[in-house]
């Protein structure tokens, strides 16, 4: 009898810890917090994102579901290659993450590092707002978290210590910060530039210190970062490459929920979404685009390339193109390639 009674008291100790197996998922606890990774922080459209996100979840669940920032993915170390693959493990618990970041695991997300494949915010929002976004999002699910919508980190400008980029010619030898994936590496060996893969985090002192000449990051991100003041006096405006972010949350956390909860966390995130997108785009889409103005006013060269100076770089990077389409998947670049053809401007 006592001895029943003390299984009886184990039994529930543990399920209090929450290490039931899967059948009794609905009765774990929540947690008294959960973990966002983000890879920059609130001074950025991107954590702002987050913050909104985390804050919007927290107001409606009245603080059931509270979440705390994990900026300059802190969790796995900085190192922002590895966000997914912790996510997946439930290091983290839900991120909001770039496209760019999670493409060592999930190949599709390639897609939108193809060169010059969205000419305008149009067409990127053809393909996340359409079939493609919603077919990545069913690969993100089987690749095993939650995904539950978009944002935006930005189109990637070039910038660069030395000189003034008009033509790939500009940029032979420079040596260009990249990051993620391998498919950046090619773009910038097919424009004869010397590319070299780090974090975030290890990228900006070399830029202090001079061991890399350039980068390529959304405008806001080099106001924000003020990479004027670590030699970055050259900005070419090339648009070759726009990177979402996507608002994810593991899946047993996720399971973990109410689907009443899941319900707020879920729109909480697409109107937290869309907001980090209008920030994101924010002195872009404006008459005058006033943010090149604030950049040229740091004493920073803005190039704005003409057509016929764009397309030498479409050209000279078209075979990494052909090559990354078939990587990626042809019937989804297709797909994508035929939605920014239709996209309404
Ligand atoms: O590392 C970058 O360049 C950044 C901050 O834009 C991403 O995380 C993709």
């Known amino acids: 009898m006592k001895l029943r009674r003390t299984l009886v008291g184990l039994l529930a100790a543990v399920a209090a810890l929450g290490a039931v197996p899967t059948a009794a998922v609905a009765d774990t606890p929540y947690k008294s917090?959960?973990?966002m990774s983000l890879v920059l922080g609130t001074a950025f459209p991107w954590g702002k994102g987050g913050e909104i996100w985390a804050n919007l979840v927290k107001e409606r669940t009245k603080g059931r579901i509270n979440i705390k920032l994990y900026p300059g993915v802190s969790l796995i170390q900085g190192d922002q290659t590895r966000e997914f693959s912790a996510l997946r493990q439930g290091?983290?618990?839900m991120a909001v993450g770039s496209t760019i970041n999670w493409s060592p695991q999930v190949r599709q997300l390639n897609l939108f590092s193809l060169p010059f494949l969205?000419?305008?915010y149009a067409a990127m929002d053809a393909l996340t707002q359409g079939d493609v976004?919603?077919?990545?999002?069913?690969?993100l699910d089987k690749a095993g978290v939650v995904p539950l919508a978009w944002g935006e980190n930005g189109y990637r400008e070039l910038s660069n210590s030395k000189r003034a980029v008009r033509t790939p010619t500009d940029l032979k030898g420079m040596k260009i910060r990249v990051v993620g994936s391998p498919l950046f590496l090619d773009t910038f060996t097919a424009l004869g530039a010397n590319p070299?893969?780090?974090?975030?985090?290890d990228a900006q002192p070399a830029f202090a210190s001079g061991a890399v000449d350039g980068q390529e990051n959304p405008l806001s991100i080099f106001t924000a970062a003020k990479l004027h003041n670590v030699a970055q006096k050259n900005i070419t405006l090339w648009g070759y490459v726009a990177d979402p972010l996507i608002f994810v949350v593991n899946k047993e956390i996720w399971a973990s929920w109410t689907p009443a909860d899941q319900a707020i966390v879920r729109q909480a995130a697409m109107d937290a979404g869309k907001?980090?997108?209008a920030i994101a785009r924010k002195g872009l889409v404006e008459p005058g685009q006033p943010l090149l103005k604030e950049i040229a006013a740091l004493g920073v060269t803005v190039t704005q390339l003409t057509?016929?100076?764009?397309e030498a770089f479409v050209k000279a990077t078209r075979p990494v193109y052909e090559k990354w389409k078939?990587?990626?998947g042809v019937d989804l670049v297709t797909t994508a390639e035929q939605a920014i053809a239709a996209r309404k401007q």
């Open 133 to 139: 976004g919603r077919q990545l999002f069913a690969t």
């Open 196 to 201: 070299t893969q780090m974090s975030w985090a």
């Open 326 to 328: 078939k990587a990626i």
């Open 91 to 93: 290091v983290i618990d």
């Open 275 to 277: 907001q980090e997108i």
């Open 118 to 120: 969205m000419p305008d």
């Open 307 to 310: 057509p016929a100076e764009r």
């Open 33 to 35: 917090e959960y973990r």
